[in-house]
């Protein structure tokens, strides 16, 4: 009698854990409504103009941390290049830069909602018709071709497309069309990689 | 009256502050919406998840119209806010590069580092991409300099270039949008979605 009961008690202690699984999977799957997200999003969008006068930002930060390190390694070639003179002339100081800061922020805030929502965890994230390793590679080239075209088009999704957006800015009209028009315009071609 | 800094009502190295605090902001929002995911975000070319179209449009026509209202209220000088130059080729061009980049790599610059963030490793692997890119097209400047600089416009805004007051403009691009959440919300319906 006395084994049933213990048995009873671990399968209990089974089902409990099992349900407390679920209920922490269901979490990590909550997001916020967009609609309100995008509101948020927008509002500090706002908050950086009014405070800055400048919208938000990702790909400078990327810059400015290659030319910092650039910088220490090998100065000379900094000054030879016309690419980086430009930008050191506009911020002598590549790190003491805006977008280095935000994106800093960007790391914390990211950390903290994934806290808050159970989702830390460290994995490779990809349709299950194709390897992990197919992933990666195809991350680190969408990476690559991503930094090149930010710095041609003068900022990425963020800096040119939402914040050039906000201003009613032509250009930032142009490369939203740009970015958004080829990947639907390429999606047929790598819908392996996503569905 | 806003910008602060560029009114010197705040410190340079107040602003580097506050550039974190938004940076904090910026991120939280991209985690807690699903930008931290390369499945979600690739959802919209197929139909299956609109979080990006959603986010997007909507943080657009939010900061667009909020912005208009504080420049409307003299809290905000638009003239002394950065509007982005429009060079017709490179924006074109760099658009195309960065949306072959989107639908291979699965995130955007802002959108990896809040993948990277809670510790996707497919995120960080797109990080470390960027930085070779931004290396290639620093180094081999003078290949592409000539596109880079080429067809030159100023900073025309859309409401200009249409000559149309701001708010027209602004009131076209809303109509836009919400003409676009009818699709998605559409989209959704129609295609599938499994769970990720």
């Known amino acids: 009698m006395r084994s049933y009961k213990s048995f009873r008690q671990i399968i209990n202690t089974i089902e409990k854990y099992q349900t407390m699984e679920k209920e922490n999977k269901d979490r990590s799957r909550r997001y916020l409504n967009p609609y309100l997200g995008g509101v948020l999003l927008g509002l500090v969008l706002i908050a950086a103009n009014y405070i800055a006068g400048r919208g938000l930002g990702a790909s400078g930060a990327v810059k400015s941390v290659i030319i910092a390190a650039n910088k220490v390694i090998a100065p000379a070639h900094v000054e030879k290049n016309a690419f980086y003179a430009e930008s050191i002339k506009q911020h002598p100081n590549p790190l003491k830069n805006w977008l280095v800061f935000e994106m800093a922020g960007v790391l914390v805030g990211g950390f903290l909602s994934g806290s808050l929502w159970g989702r830390l965890k460290l994995k490779v994230e990809h349709s299950p018709k194709i390897t992990s390793r197919k992933r990666l590679i195809m991350a680190g080239t969408g990476g690559v071709l991503f930094g090149f075209g930010s710095q041609l088009g003068r900022g990425c999704t963020s800096g040119s497309a939402l914040s050039g957006m906000a201003v009613l800015s032509l250009g930032g009209f142009i490369t939203m069309a740009a970015i958004f028009g080829t990947a639907f315009a390429l999606a047929y071609f790598f819908r392996k990689n996503w569905i | ?196």
């Open chain 2, 1 to 196: 009256m806003g910008p602060l800094v560029v009114n010197g009502i705040i410190s340079e190295n107040t602003n580097l502050l506050l550039a974190f605090i938004i940076g904090i902001g910026f991120g939280f929002v991209l985690e807690s919406s699903g930008f931290s995911s390369s499945r979600k975000l690739a959802g919209v070319f197929y139909g299956y998840d609109t979080v990006v179209l959603k986010v997007f449009f909507t943080a657009a026509i939010t900061a667009m119209l909020g912005m208009l209202f504080l420049s409307l209220f003299g809290w905000l000088d638009l003239d002394l806010v950065y509007v982005n130059p429009t060079y017709l080729s490179s924006a074109i061009i760099g658009g195309v590069v960065m949306g072959a980049g989107f639908i291979i790599g699965g995130f955007c610059p802002g959108t990896s580092f809040a993948g990277a963030s809670i510790g996707k490793i497919d995120a960080m692997v797109f990080v470390g991409g960027l930085f070779i890119g931004v290396i290639i097209f620093s180094e081999g400047y003078p290949l592409w300099d000539n596109l880079y600089m080429a067809a030159f416009n100023g900073s025309p805004k859309l409401s200009e270039s249409l000559g149309l007051s701001d708010g027209i403009a602004a009131l076209g691009v809303i109509l836009a949008a919400i003409g676009m959440f009818y699709v998605a919300e559409w989209a959704e319906k129609k295609f599938p979605r499994e769970e990720y």
